[in-house]
């Protein structure tokens, strides 16, 4: 039988365990560092990584952070044994009630274009689209 689920804050121990989760559901891109990302969520008391566990099994993640004034959500991801079960749902809103204890008014998200299918995801959770054009730069040398 399966273990229930629990959500809780990651602990830097569950590095590997969520690195792994998000290579399975295909976040981690080529540009991105997952474990200096996991390590710089937990850093710090404006961001952190949200979990779900079965027993010691990392079976759902959600990274959520506030920048002072806009919170943002980044590597939901759902083992893909465990999706359409409703726990991508309750990961997305433990992070919104980590952000509205914090007194965050709305909350963003980016979706790759090549991931737009999951925009329907979003869309039952009370998401919609937010025409704008997104500009980045890196801080660092690439
Ligand atoms: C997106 C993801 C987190 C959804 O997790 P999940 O646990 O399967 O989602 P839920 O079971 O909580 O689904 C909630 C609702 O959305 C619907 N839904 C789930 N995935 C969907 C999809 N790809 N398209 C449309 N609707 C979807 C469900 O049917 C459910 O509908 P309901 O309101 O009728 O109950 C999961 O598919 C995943 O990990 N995908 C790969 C990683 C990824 O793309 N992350 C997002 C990056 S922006």
């Given at each position: 039988m399966d273990r229930p689920i629990e959500l809780r804050p990651a602990t830097p121990d569950d590095a590997a365990a969520t690195i792994a989760l998000w290579h399975d559901a295909a976040l981690?891109?080529?540009?991105?560092d997952p474990a200096a990302d996991f390590a710089f969520a937990l850093a710090g008391p404006s961001s952190t990584v949200v979990l779900a566990t079965a027993g010691a099994t990392v079976v759902g993640s959600v990274m959520v952070g506030h920048d002072g004034h806009r919170g943002w959500l980044y590597y939901l991801a759902v083992a893909p044994t465990r999706r359409r079960a409703g726990l991508g749902r309750d990961l997305v809103a433990a992070a919104e009630r980590w952000l509205a204890a914090r007194g965050v008014p709305k909350v963003h998200l980016m979706v790759r274009e090549d991931n737009r299918a999951v925009a329907g995801f979003y869309e039952r959770l009370g998401y919609a689209d937010m025409p704008r054009v997104l500009m980045s730069k890196w801080l660092h040398p690439g």
């Open positions: 981690v891109a080529s540009h991105n």
